[in-house]
């Protein structure tokens, strides 16, 4: 790390406030609430090995699965306030509080730092499906009743909201397998046991390009530099659907502002990286590093929207 780098950064932890070794004076732990294999696997340790290489103090990826991303999420909230613990995850953070109750305040017990990324959600099929494209999608499900089930990679994250919108717009009736993650619901999907999946670009996209998977369409409302020839949704003949999945970075509540201050600055560098920047590309996701202050407002009305579908959708743990 160059050395004007290092004395920006020790300048955001020049606070008198803070009693306190410099930031990071020992190992930090990322937790991610989902096995390996996943999205927020994927990107998660993407950013904590460009951290390392910068910061010089090894910061460490920790998968902690379990419960919807509940268990890892609960375990930061319940970490100390000291710069040593951050939680790494999806825009399920958002999503599961509206669904079950929580050992813990989703929002009051944790101080965004940073957005890592947008990630497209792709709608994925096995190779061995009829299917082409999404209108031949329907038509075979409507003829195909035993092929109706959907993969998730969790109860409430953004691939089973996506879901449950093609279930509702489509008007099929789909059945809902949820996986303790991405990396449990692939094979699965791969060897054809279920019969589509909105997934993560980031964890799906090198299966399409290996011929594993075939990609029908995309989950934004304009196509992606990473698979150009590949429709949207509303190009499809889905003209209300538009759903992203986005991966962000918290730390427990007070935590002191100059370490989370100084984490969004080590965070932002290192999406900037052009290492990192063409990782990112390749999984179709759109990097972050947006202050604290404005990725808690996006946070709050990711929070409100998602809390609207969910009752209008009639979703339930399952």
């Known amino acids: 790390m160059h050395s004007t780098r290092r004395a920006a950064l020790a300048l955001a932890l020049a606070s008198p406030a803070l009693a306190q070794p410099q930031w990071p004076s020992r190992p ?10 996943g999205p927020t696997d994927i990107l998660g340790r993407i950013v904590a090995q460009r951290l390392t290489l910068d910061l010089g103090q090894p910061f460490v990826a920790e998968n902690r699965a379990g419960a919807g991303g509940s268990i890892g999420a609960e375990a930061v909230a319940r970490a100390a306030a000291d710069g040593s613990t951050f939680l790494v995850n999806a825009s399920a953070r958002v999503i599961v509080p509206h669904m079950v109750r929580l050992p813990f305040d ?6 965004p730092v940073t957005m890592i990324a947008a990630v497209p959600l792709i709608l994925v099929v096995p190779v061995s ?23 998730s990679s969790s109860n409430g994250g953004a691939p089973h909201l996506a879901g449950e919108m093609f279930r509702l717009q489509s008007g099929l009736d789909l059945q ?35 011929g594993r ?21 509303r190009e499809a003949g889905f003209p209300d659907y538009e759903i992203t999945t986005w991966y962000g970075i918290w730390a ?45 407002r996006f946070a709050a009305r990711e929070n409100e929207r998602y809390a609207r579908l969910v009752r209008e959708a009639g979703i339930r743990a399952e």
């Open 28 to 37: 930090v732990r990322m937790l991610i609430p989902y096995p390996p294999g």
């Open 106 to 111: 989703a929002m009051a017990d944790f101080a």
């Open 129 to 151: 499906s009829p299917a082409r494209d999404v209108a031949g999608l329907v038509a075979w499900l409507r003829q195909n009743p035993a092929a109706r089930s959907y993969a």
């Open 176 to 210: 809902h397998i949820p996986y303790r993650g991405s990396g449990q619901a692939l094979p699965d999907l791969v060897s054809g046991q279920v019969g589509l999946m909105f997934d993560s670009m980031a964890s799906s996209a090198d299966l399409v390009r290996e």
């Open 213 to 233: 998977l075939r990609a029908l369409a995309v989950s934004t409302d304009e196509r992606v530099p990473a698979f150009p020839n590949l429709p949207t949704m």
């Open 252 to 296: 427990p509540a007070r935590t002191a502002p100059a370490i989370v201050g100084a984490m969004h600055h080590a965070v932002a560098a290192a999406l900037r990286h052009p290492e990192t920047m063409a990782r990112l590309g390749a999984l179709g996701a759109i990097p972050g590093g947006q202050p604290p202050e404005t990725f808690a």
